[in-house]
């Protein structure tokens, strides 16, 4: 047991400086949206993974069909930027990878984003929470985010939480791209 507690304290611990803007963002972002948000706060990493799993259980996440790290690399079709995402968006490295990767594409003055979640088998609670952050990064940066190539279950999952309300859904890239230039 002293092994485990030592290895829980030096986990990295959340900051209450930029993180916290951007959880407010979010949290604002869901409620004005009148939807329904879940958090449980926890320092027992036993009761976080199960609330998790019932969380997952109700339909809020899918079963593992990917790789279990998540990839992602980034092409541009003329002042569109598409952003490939390969594996499971999960709690940890998933969602913090999904973050820097679109907080780098703002910094660098990138407005017009696709996420092509084509090879994404996988989301869990936290990393549709993950989505929705990069929504609002992307637009309180002044730009516009399309979710492309959603496989039925991460359709089911935004249909469910009425989270496809929210996200700009194109069916595939090409169309994602396209209604950039209508939009214009």
């Known amino acids: 047991m002293g092994d ?11 900051t209450s400086g930029e993180a916290s803007k951007e959880d407010v963002a979010f949290f604002q972002e869901v409620l004005l949206a009148r939807r329904s948000l879940i958090v449980v706060r926890s320092e027992d990493s036993g ?35 598409v952003l ?39 989301i869990d609670s936290s ?6 952050k990069t929504h609002t990064t992307i637009r309180n940066k002044g730009g516009h985010l399309k979710l492309a190539n959603l496989n039925k279950r991460v359709h089911d999952l935004l249909e469910m939480t009425h989270l496809s309300k929210v996200f700009d859904v194109q069916k595939d890239e090409t169309s994602a791209v396209n209604s950039f230039q209508i939009a214009s």
């Open 4 to 14: 485990a507690a030592v290895k829980e304290s030096d986990a990295p611990q959340p």
């Open 47 to 81: 009761t976080a993974r199960k609330a998790c799993e019932i969380l997952d259980r109700m339909g809020l996440a899918m079963e593992a069909k990917a790789p279990a790290k998540m990839q992602t690399s980034t092409r541009h079709i003329g002042d569109v930027t």
């Open 84 to 122: 490939d995402i390969s594996g499971r968006i999960t709690l940890g490295e998933g969602n913090l990878m999904l973050r820097e990767v679109v907080n780098e594409l703002a910094d660098q003055n990138h407005k017009r984003i696709v996420l092509n979640l084509a090879d994404v088998h996988y």
């Open 127 to 132: 990393g549709i929470g993950e989505l929705v």
